[in-house]
C-alpha cells in the first residue's frame, strides 16, 4: 500500500571514530526512502538545491520511490555536519544550514493524496502538519522529531502530537519532550500527549515500544562495529512504516513484526558512512537478518 514520506534531503559531512566523510548523501527522508524501498512503493516530498547530485533522484526512482513530490529549488541544498563521540549515541552538531529548506511550502502532488501510510521525518514541524493536512485521511501516520524542533518549534511540534498515530523519537528526545529521563513514565506522558503508539529508541539498547495496553521490546543487532550511526533512526522507522504499509497488517502482532524489520533496517545502515549500505542491500539479506532477529529474542515461554 501507498507509503508517503516528507523529510530533509540533505548533504551531510560526518565525523565517526571510523573516519570523516564530507558531502555524503543525507536527510531522513533520502534514508527513510531508501530504506522503506525494499518494503513497498515510496512516495517522497522534500526539497534540493542546485548542487544536489543529479543521479541520486535517479537511482530512488530505479528503487521504486516516485520522486514527484521532490522540488528542486534555487539555492542550496540543507547541510548538516555532525560529530560523534566514542561513545556512538552521542553526538554534536557542529553545523546546520536549512538551505532551501529554510522558507520551503511543499505542495504535494494530487496523486499522492491518497497515501494511506505516511511518515513524517524529522524536518520543522510546521512542514510536517502542512503534508498532514494535504492527505486525504491516511490509515496510520507516524512521526519523527529531533532535538533542534523540540526546543526550538514546540507549540507547533505539540499541536502536530495531537495528530498523529505513532511517534518514533530516542530516549534524548523522549526526555526532552516530557522531561522524564525513565522511558516509561516518558512514554506514558506522550501518550496521554495523542500518539497512540510511542516507539523509543535507545541506541545500541535497542527499542522499546508502549501503546494504551501493551510493552514491547527488541535488542539493537549485536555488531561487531558501527561505522557510522546517522539514519538509523530513519532506517528503523522505514522498516517499521514500510511493513506496516506492505502487509497493511497493524495488529499487535504486525506491529511487532514491523518493529523488528525497523530493527533490522537500522542495523544494517550502521555498517557504512551514509545511506551506502543501503545501496548493496538485498530482500534476501534483510529476511536473513530478520530470522536472526528471531533466534536472538527467542525464549521458552
Ligand atoms: P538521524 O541520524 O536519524 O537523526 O538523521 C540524520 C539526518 O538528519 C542527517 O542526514 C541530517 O542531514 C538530517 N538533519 C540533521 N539536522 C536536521 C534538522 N534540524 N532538520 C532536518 N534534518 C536534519
Avoid at 514546540?154 to 505513532?166: A, I, T, Y
Avoid at 501518550?191 to 527488541?218: D, M, Q
Avoid at 561505522?227 to 538509523?232: L, Q
Amino acid at each position: 500500500m501507498s507509503l508517503l514520506v516528507v523529510g530533509s534531503v540533505a548533504l551531510d559531512t560526518l565525523e565517526t571514530p571510523a573516519g570523516k566523510v564530507e558531502d555524503a548523501l543525507g536527510g531522513a527522508a533520502t534514508y527513510f526512502a531508501y530504506a522503506a524501498s525494499f518494503f513497498t512503493p515510496v512516495r517522497m516530498v522534500g526539497a534540493v538545491g542546485d548542487d544536489f547530485p543529479s543521479g541520486v533522484l535517479a537511482d530512488l526512482e530505479g528503487r521504486g520511490v516516485d520522486i514527484a513530490g521532490v522540488d528542486k529549488l534555487p539555492g542550496t541544498t540543507l547541510r548538516w555536519s555532525g560529530r560523534y563521540h566514542k561513545e556512538l549515541n552521542v553526538r554534536d552538531t557542529l553545523h546546520l544550514d536549512l538551505g532551501v529548506f529554510g522558507d520551503y511550502q511543499p505542495e504535494i502532488p494530487a496523486s499522492y493524496r491518497d497515501s494511506e501510510y505516511a511518515f513524517l521525518a524529522n524536518i520543522d514541524p510546521a512542514l510536517q502538519a502542512r503534508v498532514l493536512g494535504q492527505l486525504n485521511g491516511p490509515k496510520l501516520v507516524g512521526c519523527d522529531t529531533m532535538n533542534h524542533w523540540i526546543e526550538g518549534s514546540r507549540p507547533v511540534l505539540d499541536e502536530l502530537l495531537g495528530r498523529v498515530d505513532m511517534l518514533i523519537v530516542n530516549d534524548e528526545e523522549a526526555e526532552l519532550l516530557t522531561g522524564d529521563r525513565n522511558v516509561v513514565k516518558a512514554a506514558a506522558k506522550i501518550l496521554a500527549s495523542g500518539p497512540k503508539s510511542v516507539l523509543i529508541k535507545r541506541g545500541e539498547y535497542g527499542v522499546i515500544e508502549f501503546s494504551a495496553n501493551t510493552i514491547f521490546a527488541v535488542p539493537a543487532y549485536p555488531l561487531e562495529e558501527v561505522i557510522d550511526p546517522t539514519g538509523a533512526g530513519d532506517c528503523f522507522a522505514a522498516g517499521v512504516m514500510g511493513e506496516l504499509a506492505r502487509s497493511g497488517d497493524t495488529s499487535p502482532a504486525g506491529l511487532r513484526r514491523a518493529i523488528v524489520y525497523g530493527s533490522v533496517m537500522g542495523s544494517f545502515v550502521v555498517e557504512d558512512f551514509g545511506p551506502k549500505r543501503l545501496q548493496s542491500l538485498t530482500r534476501e539479506m534483510i529476511d536473513e537478518r530478520y530470522r536472526q532477529f528471531v533466534s536472538l529474542t527467542d525464549v521458552p515461554a
